[in-house]
């Protein structure tokens, strides 16, 4: 019995650390995660341009994010989104995984106005799902609001990004402690199921069985000659 418990338990420890290794194993092994971020300042009539804005570094073991920018804007791309911004147009954001890979990307756009006037300060929300990968990012100014406000070269040469992340943890996940316990458990009622089958196979039948032998015994006795002329 004793025994019986332990070898269970070992089973289970083993199960849950297959199933759970691979991620404590990432976590470890993947200590810096790297997202790419562009941005287009074409106006939304036209198709966008994205141009290379900066980098999020996760470390995903400390869920930190650290943004750093690739280059100051130039005096050029200040006036397009100072542009952007006057005519109340949109600000474009694309996120990928791998350097220049629009497969992989995803996007986002909020109002030119808001990363304009709040001196470039915006706040990236990057969803992951459970393997690590970006399913969706959310860009917004902070703050968000437009006030028609002129702001000073100065103040839009980098940017000053604060980065979160959202991991879909919620999603379905494997859950095999519940699973060996129902399987224990179906396996104890099968077994339990067949004893009693094996139980029950003279008491269950005891009725067709009993009449049977008494009516054998009655014929017998009554005609015993028909028993020699082999009429059963
Ligand atoms: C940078 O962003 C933080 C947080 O959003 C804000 O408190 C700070 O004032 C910003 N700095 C500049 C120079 O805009």
Known sequence: MFFRVVARSIYIICIFLITHCSCLIDDELEGHVLFYIYHSLEPSTSAPVYEQRGTVTYTTSRNEALYTDDSLLTTEKIEKLQKLAVTDD??????????????????SFTKACGIYESGLTDILSITLDQTGNPVGVA?????????????????????NTTVN???????????????????????????????????????????????????LFISG???PEGQGAGGR
């Open 139 to 159: 860009i917004s100014a902070s703050p968000p609001h437009c006030m028609g406000e002129e702001v000073s070269n100065a103040r839009l040469l980098n940017f």
């Open 90 to 107: 949109i600000y474009r954001v694309k996120l990928s995984t791998k350097p220049g890979d629009s497969e992989s990307s995803i996007f």
């Open 165 to 215: 992340f959202v991991s879909l943890t919620n999603a379905p996940a494997p859950d095999t402690l519940t699973y060996i316990q129902r399987l224990e458990q179906e396996k104890a009622e099968k077994a339990r199921g067949e004893q009693g089958d094996n139980r029950s196979f003279l008491t269950k039948y005891w009725m067709y069985i009993v009449p049977f032998v008494i009516f």
């Open 221 to 223: 006795a009554s005609s």
